[in-house]
T-cell receptor, first 117, second 111 residues
């Protein structure tokens, strides 16, 4: 199946710093990538939809100035958590959409564990 | 507005038996459905999908059934194995548009 990578897998940072997470589709081109957040024992929460070459679409309640998303190429999207605070500590997961004929599948990255001290 | 629902948060099954995970949706326009498996601290892994033009899709031990009139899909795993223990998410989409995920069902397969 299609492979999506995320980097870094874990990051610990101090409060007030910014953290960038990369999401790459390794063997296919993705015009659309998604960013999710997962809190412990909860479901995936869609944060934003990232379209190559255009601005991301954020879900209600997600601060676009805090969670900066860039989708500069068909294989790379980045999420930057700006001025991170402890409440931003979470598991962040990206996915890339593969549309082929009648199939429409999201392939997920392995996730990034962010801990803000 | 939960358009995709998994009403059973957890399920326990004996090894070797069948696991049946259920999912209901509200939007009759959805035309593509997927199941994902997720281990803790990992991203979801795509398992199997089905287009609305079909009512069944099989891949090895995994079979997805779609009942459009009832707006219901299910995932059957047979025989269940301890390694199948994970959280399973169903998802639905209008091809090319937003995906909607259920809240997940935690499956435990007892050896």
């Amino acid at each position: 199946g299609a492979v999506v990578s995320q980097h870094p897998s874990r990051v610990i940072c101090k409060s007030g710093t910014s953290v960038k997470i990369e999401c790459r589709s390794l063997d296919f081109q993705a015009t659309t990538m998604f960013w999710y957040r997962q809190f412990p024992k909860q479901s995936l929460m869609l944060m934003a939809t990232s379209n190559e070459g255009s601005k991301a679409t954020y879900e209600q309640g997600v601060e676009k100035d805090k969670f900066l998303i860039n989708h500069a190429s068909l294989t790379l999207s980045t999420l930057t958590v700006t001025s991170a605070h402890p409440e931003d500590s979470s598991f962040y997961i990206c996915s890339a959409r593969l549309l082929a004929g009648i199939t429409d599948t999201q392939y997920f990255g392995p996730g990034t564990r962010l801990t803000v001290l | 507005d939960q358009q995709v629902k998994q009403n059973s948060p957890s399920l326990s099954v004996q090894e070797g038996r069948i696991s049946i995970l259920n999912c209901d949706y509200t939007n009759s326009m959805f035309d593509y459905f997927l199941w994902y498996k997720k281990y803790p601290a990992e991203g979801p892994t795509f398992l199997i999908s089905i287009s609305s033009i079909k009512d069944k899709n099989e891949d090895g031990r995994f079979t997805v059934f779609l009942n459009k009139s009832a707006k219901h899909l299910s995932l059957h795993i047979v025989p269940s194995q301890p390694g199948d223990s994970a959280v399973y998410f169903c998802a639905a989409s209008l091809t090319g548009n937003q995906f909607y995920f259920g809240t997940g069902t935690s499956l435990t397969v007892i050896p």
